[in-house]
């Protein structure tokens, strides 16, 4: 892919010497201090969630056919609850009983499969025969948009619905736990007490046929001002989480400056938001999210024409994978966080170099790797302390460095230092400094200009010591497949330069996630091996996760999470449900998908550090049994099916009864496992052509069940076997089990009378 930077900017450098080397640069002095900032953020935390979004309608709902492996990008950005903004012909409903769901199912299902698996769904507006000719929707065609909206949540999440005589229901089996009630309702022609009439009216008819369900509401697109009273004042329907929408311009020649300029007021926006919803206690605590945000809202609205300047031809504004998109979205993400905003959304995921972070085939823009590191080295959940700084030197914005107005800015530089739970530290800076003009006090007028350079003089003194560093700069000289991350020596002084617009991340740490082919275990037998499909695995190393542990979180009451406590697991680049994460023990479940390989490459990450990579074998059935001792040996994990009481010593199964054995790495299923997802009827099993055998004591069993376990995740497995009439009692008779031809550990039993 061609770069969409210009490869004959200098690149950015890290030096750890002095100031020789940096002559040309100006420099600017932070101190960072070892205590928390309490006066910003949530009580003195980051808590600032990366994400992106997507457009659903007729123009592009055909993204993913175009781009197959775009879904490989979008899981890798980490994002955090995709939105999906359906509009126009997106709306299934066409008329009254008649649904079409080909864009929705076509665009939407491959975002379910990627990612956590739990996109926001926004519906965005109301079919058009709900609606007057400016796209309004008709205050007598609420009740219908809450029927409608109730069925959508029906179609995705318990079972479908039928309509005049059809039953529809999503080709997917992941459900949609969070759902915004319409997209802008202030520029889209829904006055303050409409949009509180139809929150009240939509919300409870959704909640009702879903109880489980989460609602994102208002998500303005203008000032929170004149709209958002209204809302607190006459809302009673739940809300879960208030959103806004911030663009800097909708103008592509407006100058860089007074883009930059935009920012403070997004961070007063949001403290705006959370002191009006205090003023109601039920919303007291409820969160801000930013669920569109980019450098330019202008788009062609047909025939080239502007849809913010009509009757002026639209023009790209290429700032949004530009240098300036890096200084710019870092200040944004600076400040929005500082401002306590919890989720930040890209607007949108695959589309040109103005909004996208992937071009129309899949491939990243420089905007992509932008966010790929916020999201990576400052993950939220679970969030970081904000240390205190201390800024001083260079430069203000003021007119002898070309700025007409700064907005708030106090310097043309920001930097936030962040400290993760591990310990680790990271300094984000910006560099937002304008180029300069000549005679000095001359404003600058560039538009997607290159900037100045600036120098960071840090002093982290006060820190203590790290035994690593890792530095990654996204400016001018960025490669078109991402930066190449530096390796620094750590140092209580350390400088950074960057050559013009950008910004640079510094990792300080003393430990990286480690772990061996060695330490991956299966994790009912304990035993190290070939990895099989759906296996729950245990990984032993070092610096794996959280040193007080950490148990499994649920996306939606039916997924088990692919992030846990800021870690992930990956098989071949795809995250894999975490059960259980810790400094030294991390247990997870291997993605189906590897069930096409011969072998799969392993690796941890853990806030932004990851571990070098692990090759291990698959294989078709890897089988494993749980055990009492939680060691793979003894006493199995088996219940009496009589009363499904717990099988022990003192309470046998008798001769002829039948048990219920749990194991994992029975491999794939029919029909087909889905990664973390709680096992519901209709249940995978085991395929009919491959065999399962039990034996007790040394006689076979009839066995009439294998495959999931009912409500546990996928991946654990349940025989039925039946015990045998000529089996000899006693507390610990043997027990063997075999899937495929593989069998599991020996040195399990059950008790028989």
């Not at 070892?34 to 993204?63: C, H, K, P």
């Not at 069925?151 to 999440?157: G, M, P, S």
């Not at 870092?330 to 607007?347: D, I, K, N, R, S």
């Not at 800076?429 to 003009?437: F, K, Q």
Request: glycine share 10%; aromatic share 8%; with cysteine.
């Amino acid at each position: 892919m061609r770069s969409p930077v210009s490869k004959s900017r200098p690149c950015a450098i890290a030096l750890l010497a002095a100031a020789a080397a940096v002559a040309q640069s100006t420099t600017v002095n932070v101190q960072v201090g070892n205590q928390t900032d309490t006066s910003v953020g949530i009580e003195g935390r980051l808590q600032l969630a990366m994400s992106t979004s997507f457009q659903l309608a007729s123009w592009d709902y055909l993204f993913f056919k175009g781009a197959p492996d775009a879904t490989t990008e979008l899981t890798a950005l980490y994002p955090w609850r995709s939105r999906v903004q359906v509009v126009s012909d997106g709306i299934p409903l066409t008329a009254p009983g008649a649904w079409n769901f080909t864009e929705l199912d076509t665009m939407l299902a491959p975002i379910q499969g990627s990612g956590d698996h739990s996109p926001e769904f926004q519906i965005g507006t109301a079919p058009a025969y709900m609606s007057d000719s400016s796209g309004h929707i008709l205050p007598g065609s609420i009740a219908d948009f809450a029927q409608m909206s109730a069925n959508l949540v029906r179609y995705y999440n318990t079972g479908g619905f039928t309509d005049a005589g059809r039953h529809y229901q999503s080709p997917t089996p992941y459900p949609v736990t969070w759902w915004g009630i319409f997209n802008e309702p202030d520029f889209n022609n829904v006055p303050a007490a409409e949009y509180v009439t139809l929150y009240n009216t939509v919300v409870p008819q959704m909640a009702q046929a879903d109880p489980s369900i989460k609602f994102v509401a208002v998500e303005l697109g203008g000032s929170v001002q004149s709209y958002l009273p209204i809302f607190v004042a006459g809302v009673t329907a739940p809300v879960d989480v208030v959103a806004k929408h911030f663009y800097s311009t909708c103008n592509q020649k407006d100058v860089d400056q007074a883009l930059f300029a935009t920012v403070p007021s997004f961070a007063s926006q949001v403290r705006s938001t959370y002191a009006e919803l205090g003023v109601n206690p039920v919303l007291a605590t409820v969160p801000v999210w930013i669920t569109e945000n980019n450098v330019n809202a202008d788009y062609d609205k047909g025939n080239g024409i502007s849809a913010c300047n009509s009757p002026l031809k639209f023009v790209l504004d290429m700032r949004g994978s530009s240098p300036f998109f890096a200084a710019w979205r870092t200040l944004v993400f600076e400040q929005l966080g500082e401002a306590g905003a919890q989720a930040l959304y890209h607007w949108g995921f695959g589309t040109d170099q103005q909004y996208g972070e992937v071009d129309s085939s899949g491939k990243p823009f420089f905007s992509y790797w932008v966010d790929h590191y916020l999201s990576h080295w400052l993950p939220s959940p679970p969030g970081q302390d904000i240390l205190q700084t201390t800024v001083t030197g260079c430069c203000p914005p003021d007119t002898q460095h070309g700025w007409q107005g700064s907005g708030g800015l106090a310097f043309d530089t920001q930097t936030m230092a962040l400290r993760n739970v591990d310990g680790s530290v990271v300094i984000l800076m910006s560099n937002y400094a304008l180029e300069a003009v000549q005679p000095a006090g001359k404003i600058n007028l560039d538009n997607n200009g290159p900037g100045a350079a600036r120098t960071f003089a840090l002093d982290l003194s006060a820190l203590g010591a790290f035994t690593s560093a890792t530095l990654v700069t996204l400016d001018a000289s960025t490669p078109a497949g991402g930066p190449v991350p530096q390796t620094p020596a750590p140092a209580a002084q350390m400088q950074v330069t960057l050559p013009g617009y950008g910004a640079a991340l510094l990792r300080l740490s003393n430990a990286q996630p480690n772990l061996s082919a060695a330490g991956v275990a299966n994790a009912a037998s304990s035993l190290p091996g070939a990895v099989a499909p759906g296996e729950l695995v245990a990984l032993y190393g070092t610096a794996l996760g959280p040193a007080g542990g950490a148990q499994l979180q649920l996306t939606n009451p039916l997924l088990v999470a692919n992030a846990l406590a800021g870690g992930h697991v990956l098989f071949d680049g795809v995250p894999a449900p975490i059960v259980y994460a810790s400094s030294g023990q991390v247990n997870a479940v291997v993605p189906y998908a590897v069930a096409s390989h011969s072998t799969t490459t392993l690796q941890v990450e853990y806030l932004g550090a990851v571990s070098a990579p692990v090759s291990l074998p698959v294989a078709a059935a890897a089988p494993g049994l749980f055990t009492a001792n939680a060691g793979g040996s003894g006493q199995g994990a088996i219940l009496n099916a009589r009363d499904n009481s717990v099988n022990s010593a003192a309470n046998p199964a008798a001769r002829g009864d039948w048990v219920s054995i749990y194991g994992t790495g029975a491999g794939a299923t029919t029909p087909a496992g889905v990664d973390g997802l709680l096992a519901t009827a209709p249940y995978p099993q085991v395929p009919a052509n491959v065999p399962v055998a039990v034996t007790m004591g040394g006689l076979p069993c009839a066995v009439n069940y294998a495959g999931a376990a009912p409500y546990l995740i996928s991946g654990v497995t349940q025989i039925n076997a039946q015990v045998p009439a000529g089996v000899t009692p006693g507390p610990s008779v043997p027990l063997v089990v075999t899937i495929g031809g593989v069998s599991a550990q020996t040195g399990v039993t059950l008790a028989v009378k």
